[in-house]
């Protein structure tokens, strides 16, 4: 029998190829993580200035991992989400808009075990945690360097590395993003579009207290949103037309802080920059297969998703979360954990979420970023309507924590 690497080999140690590793490490699988960043670089203020939304049942996986305690210090916890469509954010304005829509963690404590809606996290810091516990659980890192290639056989599949190197294992899993260099050796395509939009980032921080409630507001150009962070900070994701963001990349500090507080009020007191800015092109694209012979995606590499509704990365903890529960129980079932037949289970689990969430998320942008008098009104009456039914309500908080449908194991908070 051939003596291979590793049993799956992950390209792609971001923040859904990590988890994959300690999912598969604690279930007796050997992972092996190749990327081209060295880890110190990817825990750097400058290298990812964006903040995440995690489902609690996301932030159950990383405690079952044992990187929630990690986490911990750096999890704020979102109690309530306030969502206001509008020409200028309800926040600067005199009085709350008649359309709005209130989500409060309170409501569905009782089926939660009292987790909030979800933790706003940022990035490097989700990325530290996940890192130090890798490495932790002596889970090898290869890096910096990337996968270039891949060759499939009958006995498993070999990853040509950009230092020469070739690695092979029964099973490769991309989870490299939306370029990703392995779905394209295996002949997947993709299909998405660009919206003409950019995500500009920030962190900034106030004068009064948050209070774990988030904002988001549905404006022409596209939405506004203001996510509570420790500290009393916030990570402001305000979203233009590529080219106002252009425009705001080259503006003096002065100037973008006066278009940012038009757009931000003053309802939180003094709002002061607490770190640079970043500008992020916004698109969509989704693989037309999860899987391929020897070959599984995950993460932006099966699905890159508008941040509207911020589900993009607990959908790749999710794909994380799913192919690990498969593996797990091909490998306790005898089976080859790299086989067509295993695979197809992954995909089938995964497909059909993955596709709606994207074409959901992608109907949002579309409803929402215009200034269509009849379609403001009418999504205007549709926020109203929800906020009224409290079973609706509920409805959708607990599919935003990740609460509803066929959950893996992991985000049950239960062990592989």
């Given at each position: 029998m051939r003596t291979h690497d590793a049993d799956v080999i992950i390209a792609g140690a971001g923040m859904a190829g990590s988890t994959l590793a300690l999912a598969l490490a604690s279930a007796g699988l050997k992972p092996l993580l190749v990327d081209p960043q060295p880890f110190d670089s990817q825990l750097a203020p400058s290298f990812d200035g964006r903040s995440s939304a995690i489902a609690y049942s996301s932030f159950r996986q990383w405690r079952t991992l044992g990187a929630g305690e990690a986490l911990a210090p750096h999890a704020q916890r979102i109690e309530q989400i306030l969502v206001t469509d509008g020409k200028a954010p309800g926040a600067s304005a005199s009085g709350p808009s008649a359309f709005f829509l209130r989500f409060d963690s309170s409501e569905i404590a009782d089926r939660s075990d009292g987790e909030p809606l979800g933790y706003l996290i940022e990035n490097r810091q989700i990325r530290a945690a996940l890192s130090a516990t890798v490495l932790a659980q002596n889970i090898t890192v290869l890096a910096p360097v990337a996968a270039s290639g891949l060759e499939v056989d009958a006995g498993g599949a070999t990853v040509i590395l950009t230092d020469g190197r070739r690695l092979s294992a029964p099973l490769v899993v991309s989870a490299e993003g939306r370029q990703s260099v392995l779905r394209k050796a295996a002949g997947i395509g993709d299909i998405g579009w660009g919206y003409g939009q950019s995500g500009v980032v920030a962190t900034v921080r106030m004068q009064r207290p948050h209070e774990g409630v988030a904002h988001e507001y549905f404006l022409p150009n596209g939405p506004f949103a203001i996510l509570p962070l420790t500290d009393n900070r916030a990570s402001l994701v305000w979203t233009e037309t590529t080219k106002a963001a252009e425009a705001l990349r080259q503006a003096s500090p002065e100037a973008f802080h006066s278009h940012l507080m038009r757009r931000f009020g003053d309802f939180l007191g003094t709002v002061e920059m607490a770190g640079p800015t970043f500008i992020y092109p916004l698109s969509?694209?989704?693989?037309?297969?999860?899987?391929?012979?020897?070959?599984?995606?995950?993460?932006?590499?099966?699905?890159?998703?508008?941040?509207?509704?911020?589900?993009?990365?607990?959908?790749?903890?999710?794909?994380?979360?799913?192919?690990?529960?498969?593996?797990?129980?091909?490998?306790?079932?005898?089976?080859?954990?790299?086989?067509?037949?295993?695979?197809?289970?992954?995909?089938?689990?995964?497909?059909?979420?993955?596709?709606?969430?994207?074409?959901?998320?992608?109907?949002?942008?579309?409803?929402?970023?215009?200034?269509?008098?009849?379609?403001?009104?009418?999504?205007?009456?549709?926020?109203?309507?929800?906020?009224?039914?409290?079973?609706?309500?509920?409805?959708?908080m607990h599919e935003a924590g990740g609460g509803v449908g066929d959950l893996p194991i992991l985000l049950r908070g239960g062990a592989l």
């Open positions: 969509l694209s989704l693989a037309e297969r999860l899987t391929a012979p020897r070959l599984a995606l995950i993460g932006d590499a099966a699905h890159g998703v508008h941040p509207i509704a911020g589900q993009g990365l607990n959908l790749g903890l999710k794909d994380a979360a799913a192919l690990a529960e498969v593996l797990a129980e091909a490998l306790r079932n005898g089976e080859d954990i790299g086989s067509d037949v295993v695979l197809e289970r992954y995909a089938r689990w995964r497909r059909f979420d993955n596709v709606t969430n994207a074409l959901a998320f992608d109907s949002f942008v579309r409803l929402f970023s215009n200034d269509n008098r009849l379609l403001r009104l009418a999504r205007g009456i549709g926020l109203a309507a929800v906020n009224r039914i409290a079973p609706a309500r509920r409805f959708f």
